[in-house]
C-alpha cells in the first residue's frame, strides 16, 4: 500500500571465469571457488563502518515496535510487519501493549523534533553528542535516526560512579582475555521519517527500514547503504518502486548475526563473528535470490 500523506503532525566478485578447458579427453579443469567470506565482508564495511574501539551493543530486552503520526491503519500495518520480521530473525518481540523501545516518529520537520527534544524531551537523546545531534537534525535527507545506550559491567550491572565523578565498574567477575570488562547495551532507538520521503513508500517498506536501521549499530556514514539492503530506499537518487520491497536476505542475515553475536567481546571479534553468521546464513539461500 502507498503513502500518500496529507496529514501534519506536530510530533513535532564474481570469481573469474575458468580457462577453457584442452582439447582432450582427458583434461582436467580446474574451477576456482568464490570466497564467500567477500560479499559479507563488502555488505559489513557498507552497513557498519569499521571502529577499532567501538562495540556493538544490542536490544537485551524484547524489542516493542511503536509509531507516533501515522494513521492507525497504516500504523497497524507497520508494527504487523515488525513483528513479523521480528520473529522470522529470532529477535525476541514484547507482548502488544508494551512500552515501546523502538519508536518509528513520522513529521513534517525533523530539525523543528529533534529541537524540541533537545529542549524538552532530552531523555530521548540520551548520550547523543551535540556534534551527532546537530548531524541528525540538518541532513538533507528524509531521515534521522539514533540509538540510546549505555554500558553495563559483564553481570548487567550499571557503572557507578565515584565522588570524583568519573564511572567505575564494580562486579564480582573476574575479568577475560576473552571479553572485555564492559559492555554496551541498547535501550531504545528511534527512527524518525519526514512525511516528504514516504511519497509511494509502502507500509512493508517503512516498516522493514525501520527495523533494521533501529538494530544495527547506527553511526555517521561517509557513504551510502548497498543497494542489497533496504536501507538503500532513502538513499538519493532512488525511487521507492526501485528500491527494494522489502528487507532482503542480507539484511535478515545481519538482523540474525546481531542476535546472536556476543556483545561483550572486542570490536574486532564481533565484526568476525557477525561475518561468519552472515555467511552462514546466505549459504542457505538459492544462488538466484542473492
Known sequence: MSFLFAIAAFVTSAAPLPAPAPA???????????DRRKPADDFLKRMLPASFDQQLGRFEEPVCPGTVGLPDKL??????????????????????????????????????????????????????????????????????AWQISDVVGPDGEPLLVDGDGFPRLFTTIPPSRLRTGTRSRILGAIVVVEQRGLIRVSTRQLADFALVRAL???????????????????????????????????????LKALASTRSDALADIQRHEIRDHIV??????PPEQR
Open 75 to 144: 500504523k497497524g500495518e507497520v508494527l504487523a510487519r515488525i513483528r513479523q520480521v521480528t520473529s522470522a530473525a529470532a529477535i525476541r518481540a514484547a507482548r502488544a501493549g508494551c512500552r515501546p523501545n523502538l519508536l518509528i516518529i513520522v513529521v513534517d520537520d525533523k530539525h523543528a523534533l529533534i529541537e524540541g527534544m533537545r529542549r524538552t524531551k532530552e531523555a530521548y537523546l540520551y548520550g547523543i553528542g551535540d556534534d551527532v545531534r546537530k548531524r541528525l537534525a540538518t541532513s538533507a535527507g528524509p531521515v534521522a
Open 24 to 34: 582432450s579427453d582427458q583434461a582436467i579443469v580446474i574451477q576456482g571457488i568464490r
Open 280 to 285: 552462514e546464513e546466505m549459504a542457505k539461500v
Open 216 to 254: 544495527a549499530p547506527i553511526q555517521p556514514r561517509s557513504g551510502q547503504p548497498p543497494d542489497s539492503s533496504v536501507l538503500s530506499l532513502f538513499n538519493p537518487g532512488v525511487r521507492p518502486e526501485d528500491a527494494p520491497q522489502s528487507l532482503t536476505w542480507w539484511d535478515l542475515a545481519l
